[in-house]
């Protein structure tokens, strides 16, 4: 190594170009002292020579240099030892280039390493010698003056940077005649350099202000050395340092560009933590006052930002890598700030890029979809937009979305996850892969599996059909994705499923296979038996969701798939507790694989306590407890939790205050027996924290054990443990929930309902007043209690919290309408679930009165917020993007047009006014209010949607509301008024397009039948049937619904003659049967007419209509008609399908006798109890008859014929006609 240096520094010795001595070309440096701006000739010290050499070389040096500054030097000897220094600067950028590139290469373990020697030389070099010429010397000094600080970066020496800077500035003899020398590249490789080491932001100021503005710049610094010393203080975390030099740059023309503002946004945003302290927005500047006021936040960082934005864009620099860091700053605040409203920010800073024609690019974009939070509708119809066939562009602007790529469908997925939309997320997917340009991956597919995890806090109670079948989407959706995953692998894609894949896949099974049946789990093996294998484990149990998680463990074993401490703890969640052996078989697997000194284990037994203390298995979790006791894991508050549900759930409430008397060092026994001799050590458990007393508060209140409460109300008094306003909130809350679910125990009472009704409004007075009394109540306690009093007809209490919420709301939203309106609630609280249970409640009572007042109510305060907004609460997005666009997967299920965030009345909320109107008689109530449901019936046509899935949604959501028009019809029909029902049906179905329920033609055809009313009944169901049917089915059970309907109320009011005429228009359009045969049996000739499947009406009119046509379709020939035989099978024949009772046999022939003249008598077909023959000689006499009866008709109208005058003539001579007829068939 030492040789290596004295052959370079040999190589580097050249002639002087004034004395003609040879004068060293740099000298390694030895000095470790920082600070000195100049190294002195007569201390340095050239190790690498001879003594003697080394002091004739520096008496030539000195000599040299003295010559140099003499006055009288001839410019030509000047020019000639400028040339040399340039060119000695040349060698010296070409070796510290080399030098640097062969330490790349190789590793050196030296401390003192040779790149750094070689850079303190050209330090020196520097402090030694004075620039000449600085048009020559200026390109090899900034490129030897780069690859040495680079060599000095590399070697972490930042006193080398420093020596260097003040090295360079030397050279320039900046002192006393400066040279413009240094070019401004320097400083931003020097800034960089020195921001690589652990030099201090001091030392880095101080270099930046040492070069900043110096007069041996060739030109003043630029945007880039700007970028490079923010980027230096970002590294070192001072945000504001960073803000504030963007401020003082930028007063400077072209000396920040689009780059320095992304640098600096970068930096608020990695500034911001999620324990910072809000603060009160500051008045910003006059200059961006209107235009930014409501974008201020109570993060401190997003109103600088704001300064910073409207800066760029006065000055032209905002571009989409800008915006992006805007984007993500926004995101970063919101999830840092719950009132920092992410959603309306970031539309607006997208509508803002429209109206400076900035062209978002995909990355903005998917930085805005990112943004939405639960706004699932927005980034639907977002996406929609992005499209090439919805394309945003103008004639008149160029300013347009980008197409979509995979990152934006992941991005609108992930919020159809968060927002539990799983059918969306499901489109989106195949969306996706129908579109080839499209490259799905793994993390495609998780963003979908997400979407499909349920809610874990699963209350108790039995588990509804429809919980079950959602469940059984959710599972059967699942297993559909992983076999688009293992085509997908097929088709070369990177779609092999990961552990974040296998970790949601059991968070599904938890959370929706757990809700799943027996039946429901028959169907899934019957569609996907390749995922069910029952021979390897006696424990596998279809019903079971454990055994598919037993499954997929043993399919990431076999794939290579890494399993986490999370990937267990799924697995046990998704096992039941009916079956331990299946828990603790998971737990040892578990054990297994995690090693013991893994900090995540203890939630893997945490996870098995949960499972199966929410089945109330006791002793077990207290026997698994003292199993981690044992084996050394530690347990938290989660494992207080777990043994307080299962004492609850266990129905051993009166052990949970002993516990926690023990659990609080109030019992100093060292073994504790809770029940049944079941001793614990709690030693190990935490001690008692308020979610512990609050949740032990719950459960006892919740099972009506108010002794237990009342003990563990004095526990905490003993111990000193006020309860906090969490607490008051988790016990009225628990009160609510009570107060709205059926109380234990109800069943041994004789009077069951009055007791449940008791305890109920007991309930909900209990937390009424904890409410009431309590400062600062959430939003969420004020919803529930508020929905638990009209639950139990306490509507003027509910009504007194639903204000105190509309109040609170009110206090909260902006003054201005600059934002998008986006979002009234958080993850727990729901406004429009609030009215739509409050309003429920009084429909179930039919109460009007309350309903109308909580009408007003919500009508008054949407008003108010629309004044303060200034505009309505309809979903605005950026004005760039086509809204009014409709799509199938933007459209709410719920009875909503609007936004999920509208305060005013939906849908779904008319709907209860109105039935709260029926059930109270008020047809004027249900008159008015059906008006109000036209927007949102215009708005599910179905010529919205082209697609399936967005035609099933639309039917879902008709059959919901057309509800309403069924109450107010049957409201009118009751109170006869028929004129304003078939007024209401017209008018339905002009807004809708669609048939209305048949419910509702029925009560109007029963109020215009009893006013006798046939033709206007005849001309409803025309008009009904005249729309085409839309819904998924296929089959007419419609129109024989509204028929049958119809017939019957004719014949019960005696219309027979309209009921006829309903029967024919039935069979002529195919909707009846009319099941009339002409047999021949051995030369006998019958007539058959079958009944099957007809109740008592329809039958009436099918024997009148068969009889009749019989007659107008037979000879004349007499002998021909009364051969025939004429057979009614009633019901039970014998070569029926169905076997029913002949309930229609005595009504037919009661029929026959009591309405037919002559009457037609019946006899009993032999073996056949359910088939009457007519005779043949009644036949004939009534054939007879209807002949007579027919030729008098007949020859009046002849006779009138013959001898025509006018029209009064013909019509009494057929009125004339018609009185021979007795009025019989």
Not at 211 to 224: E, F, I, K, N, Q
Not at 317 to 325: D, E, G
Not at 489 to 511: E, K
Not at 1094 to 1113: F, G, K, W
């Amino acid at each position: 190594m030492f040789h290596f240096f004295v052959l370079v520094d040999l190589v580097l010795w050249t002639p002087s170009p004034v004395t003609g001595y040879i004068l060293p070309a740099a000298r390694p440096h030895t000095r470790s002292s920082a600070g000195r701006h100049r190294v002195e000739r007569t201390n340095t010290r050239y190790s690498c020579l001879p003594a003697s050499s080394r002091a004739l070389s520096k008496s030539r040096v000195t000599a040299d240099m003295m010559v140099l500054e003499e006055k009288n030097i001839p410019t030509s000897e000047r020019n000639e030892a400028s040339n040399e220094v340039a060119g000695r600067l040349w060698t010296y950028a070409s070796y510290l280039q080399r030098v640097r590139r062969q330490e790349q290469q190789r590793e050196i373990s030296s401390d003192v390493r040779p790149q750094s020697k070689a850079a303190t030389s050209l330090a020196y070099f520097l402090e030694t010698n004075v620039c000449r010429d600085a048009d020559d010397e200026r390109e090899p000094l900034s490129r030897a003056f780069t690859q040495a600080i680079h060599i000095a970066a590399d070697a972490q020496n930042y006193r080398l940077i420093l020596r260097l800077v003040d090295a360079v500035l030397y050279y320039a003899k900046a002192d006393s005649d400066p040279q413009c020398v240094v070019d401004p590249r320097i400083v931003g490789e020097a800034v960089q350099g020195i921001a690589r080491t652990r030099a201090s932001v001091g030392k880095i100021k101080t270099l930046w202000k040492r070069m900043y503005a110096h007069p041996a710049l060739a030109a003043p610094v630029g945007s880039r050395q700007v970028n490079a010393m923010l980027q230096a203080l970002e590294s070192r975390g001072k945000s504001r340092a960073v803000v504030d030099l963007y401020h003082e740059a930028s007063s400077q023309s072209n000396a920040t560009d689009a780059y320095s503002l992304s640098i600096a946004l970068n930096a608020l945003t990695a500034s911001v933590t999620d324990d910072q302290a809000p603060v009160k927005p500051e008045p910003l500047p006059s200059l961006y006052r209107s235009r930014f006021a409501v974008w201020q936040s109570n993060c401190w960082q997003w109103n600088e930002a704001l300064i910073l934005l409207g800066h760029g864009l006065e000055t032209n620099k905002v571009n989409n890598p800008a915006v992006s860091a805007l984007l993500q700053l926004n995101d970063r605040a919101s999830r840092a700030f719950t009132a920092h409203r992410g959603p309306q920010l970031a539309l607006a800073v997208l509508d803002i890029m429209r109206e400076h024609n900035i062209v978002p690019d995909t990355v903005t974009v998917t930085l805005v979809l990112s943004s939405l939070g639960r706004e699932w509708e927005i980034a639907l119809t977002l996406l929609e937009s992005m499209k090439p066939c919805n394309s945003t562009s103008t004639p008149s602007s160029s300013w347009s979305l980008p197409e979509p790529n995979e990152f934006c469908y992941s991005a609108t997925m992930a919020i159809c996850a968060r927002s539990r939309q799983y059918q969306l997320s499901l489109e989106l997917l195949n969306d996706m892969r129908r579109n080839s340009a499209l490259q799905i991956n793994t993390v495609v597919y998780n963003s979908v599996l997400q979407a499909l995890v349920g809610n874990n806090r699963r209350r108790e109670g039995k588990v509804k059909k429809a919980q079950r079948k959602k469940a059984q989407d959710r599972v059967r959706a699942m297993f559909q994705i992983l076999g688009h995953m293992e085509e997908d692998i097929q088709r070369q894609l990177d779609t092999r499923p990961n552990t974040n894949t296998y970790n949601t896949i059991l968070l599904i099974l938890a959370t929706s296979g757990k809700l799943m049946g027996e039946r429901e789990w028959v169907d899934i093996r019957e569609t996907f038996p390749a995922y069910f294998h029952d021979d390897d484990d006696d424990l596998v149990v279809t019903s079971n969701p454990g055994s598919l998680a037993r499954y997929f463990l043993n399919d990431m074993a076999a794939k290579s798939v890494e399993r986490s401490a999370l990937t267990y703890r799924n697995a046990i969640l998704a096992s039941s507790a009916s079956h331990v052996e299946l828990v603790l078989n998971m737990l040892k697997l578990a054990e297994a694989a995690i090693p013991a000194f893994a900090s995540d284990r203890g939630s893997i037994y945490n996870a098995a306590l949960t499972v199966m203390a929410n089945a109330g298995y006791a002793k077990e979790v207290l026997a698994l407890f003292s199993k981690m006791t044992n084996i050394g894991v530690i347990p938290n508050s989660e494992t207080t939790g777990a043994i307080i549900t299962a004492l609850a759930r266990g129905q051993q409430t009166k052990s949970i205050p002993s516990f926690l008397s023990h659990l609080a060092g109030m019992r100093k026994e060292g073994k504790v027996t809770l029940f049944a001799g079941v001793q614990l050590d709690l030693t190990s458990l935490p001690h008692n924290s308020q979610s512990d007393f609050s949740l032990a508060l719950s459960l006892c209140l919740t099972r009506n054990d108010y002794k237990s409460a009342k003990d563990v109300l004095e526990v905490m008094r003993t111990v000193g443990c006020i309860p906090t306003a969490e607490s008051l909130e988790r016990i009225a809350m628990a009160y609510a929930r009570g107060a709205m679910t059926k109380p234990f125990g109800a069943r041994n009472f004789p009077d069951g309902q009055a007791y449940r009704l008791k305890e109920s409004r007991a309930k909900a007075r209990n937390a009424y007043d904890l409410t009431v009394g309590m400062e600062g109540a959430s939003l969420e306690l004020l919803a529930i209690v508020s929905k638990a009093c009209a639950h139990v007809g306490y509507f003027d209490e509910s009504m007194f919290l639903l204000r105190e919420i509309h109040r609170m709301i009110l206090a909260s939203q902006s003054l201005s309408n600059a934002l998008p309106n986006c979002g009234l609630q958080s993850s727990n609280f729901s406004l429009e679930a609030v009215h739509r249970k409050i309003l429920h409640s009084c429909a179930n009572a039919g109460n009007v009165t309350a309903a109308l007042d909580f009408v007003g109510n919500i009508q008054q305060t949407s008003r108010k917020l629309r004044r303060i907004n200034g505009r309505s609460q309809e979903l605005a997005l950026a004005k760039g993007i086509k809204m009014d666009r409709f799509t199938s997967k933007s459209y709410s299920c719920k009875g909503e047009t609007m936004s999920k965030v509208q305060l005013g009345m939906q849908a779904e909320d008319w709907k209860s006014l109105i039935i709260a109107g029926s059930k109270s008689g008020h047809w004027r109530v249900c008159l008015s209010t059906l008006q109000f449901l036209q927007p949102y019936l215009d708005n599910i046509r179905p010529s919205k949607v082209s697609d399936e899935y967005g035609l099933n949604r639309m039917e879902k959501e008709y059959e919901s509301i057309s509800k309403a028009l069924t109450w107010a019809v049957k409201c009118m029909s009751v109170r006869s008024q028929y004129g304003w029902a078939i007024r209401a049906i017209q008018d339905w179905l002009e807004w809708t397009d669609r048939r209305p329920p048949r419910e509702a033609v029925s009560a109007a055809v029963r109020v215009l039948s009893t006013r006798g009313r046939g033709d206007e009944i005849i001309s409803l169901l025309e008009k009904c049937l005249s729309i085409p049917s839309t819904g998924p089915s296929a089959t007419n059970s419609y129109e024989v619904g509204i028929y049958v309907e119809a017939i019957t109320t004719l014949y019960r009011d005696g219309l027979y003659e309209s009921a006829d005429d309903a029967f024919i228009r039935a069979v002529a359009n195919g909707i009846l049967p009319l099941q009339l045969e002409n047999c021949d049996t051995r030369g006998n000739r019958r007539i058959v007419l079958d009944l099957h499947g007809m109740n008592v009406a329809v039958a009436h009119s099918a024997v009148r209509i068969a009889l009749h046509q019989e007659i107008l379709t037979a000879s004349w020939n007499h002998s021909t008609v009364a051969s025939n035989e004429f057979v009614i099978v009633t019901g039970r024949g014998q070569k029926s399908a169905f076997k029913m009772r002949p309930v229609l046999r005595p009504e037919v022939q009661r029929m026959l006798v009591e309405e037919f003249y002559p009457p037609l008598s019946t006899l009993s077909v032999p073996g056949n109890l359910g088939a009457l023959t007519i005779p043949r000689e009644d036949i004939c006499s009534w054939l007879n008859h209807q002949r007579e009866q027919k030729g008098a008709r007949m020859m009046s109208i002849a006779a009138v014929l013959r001898n025509l005058s006018s029209g009064k003539r013909l019509h009494a001579a057929l009125s004339k006609a018609n009185e021979l007829d007795p009025g019989g068939p």
